[in-house]
């Protein structure tokens, strides 16, 4: 599968559809009837975080890439649940939305651990698998599992909620990709479409409310059920992940019956910016192998 940007490439078509009374946005690329890829950004990117990836995948694909509720375009309620469970069971209800009965599944990150949530508890939902750079069944390095959980002790806190509102939300994250920045994989401007919103506060007070119900340590209900993914599943990783270790990737790899994993020593957590091509092609890959029903 080539990883070039078609000549004629259509820009992605903006839809809108609504899951649990909320408006989730989503950009669709290729052919409307065509076999569907949905792919799922993680923390705290948006749908943009695969433009890579869209051009070459949309030349065969129905590619589908939303913003998740919450995130990005999409609207952020505080009225709504975002535990675990309840976004996993939201994912489904989104590819109800979309009129999907099933799809080939993409997630990196978050999206990611949301995306084998479903397709354990869902798995004729799931035609293909793929996991990139995501906590998983598993979680985050020592520094960083202390960073998620002290925001979620903020966001649960009512005495720590209050200062908590005024940190600098925004500029912490823009720092943390700075080097991203720096290397020419990340523009400046699709970065603040990432966390500008955090900059108002009615976007701080809902990343503190995402946070009150985001629990950070591993999921072991997850890692027993990996033996039973049994769709073709590709396991993508830069192993300079400063968030997660590559022992996440590995285990993966060997537990899900069908994975093939791709490793990336050159590359760290944004592996779709640093490697696109590498990515695009272990997608392709993934999307060529045979379903048990196909």
Do not use: K
Not at 74 to 80: G, V
Not at 181 to 201: E, I, K, N, S
Not at 255 to 273: F, I, K, N, Q, Y
Not at 279 to 284: C, D, N, P, Q, R
């Amino acid at each position: 599968m080539t990883t070039q940007r078609p000549a004629t490439y259509d820009p992605p078509r903006p839809r809108t559809v609504t899951v649990d009374g909320a408006r989730v946005a989503c950009w669709e690329s290729g052919p409307p009837h065509a076999e569907p890829v949905l792919l799922l950004h993680g923390y705290p990117a948006d749908h943009r975080c695969w433009r890579h990836q869209v051009p070459a995948l949309a030349a065969r694909y129905r590619v589908i890439t939303p913003d998740l509720l919450g995130w990005g375009a999409s609207e952020r309620p505080l009225h709504l649940s975002f535990d675990y469970d309840t976004e996993v069971a939201r994912l489904g209800r989104l590819l109800d939305a979309l009129e999907l009965d099933s799809v080939n599944l993409v997630g990196h990150d978050y999206g990611g651990f949301l995306a084998l949530g479903l397709t354990e508890n869902h798995p004729g939902r799931v035609r293909r698998l793929a996991l990139l750079n995501s906590r998983a069944h598993a979680t985050f390095t020592r520094r960083w599992y202390a960073v998620f959980s002290l925001l979620g002790l903020a966001g649960r806190s009512p005495a720590l909620r209050r200062p908590a509102r005024h940190l600098p939300y925004a500029a912490l994250h823009r720092r943390s990709f700075a080097p991203l920045v720096r290397a020419g994989h990340l523009d400046p401007h699709v970065l603040d479409g990432y966390v500008g919103w955090m900059d108002t506060p009615e976007g701080r007070r809902w990343l503190l409310h995402y946070f009150s119900e985001y629990r950070t340590p591993a999921r072991p209900e997850l890692r027993r059920r990996l033996r039973e993914v049994t769709c073709p599943t590709a396991v993508v990783w830069g192993r300079a992940d400063p968030y997660l270790s590559p022992a996440i990737a590995t285990e993966l790899a060997g537990s899900l019956p069908r994975a093939e994993l791709t490793m990336l020593d050159d590359a760290g957590h944004w592996v779709m910016d640093e490697r696109p091509a590498a990515v695009t092609e272990a997608l392709g890959r993934l999307l060529e192998r045979t379903t048990r029903s196909g």
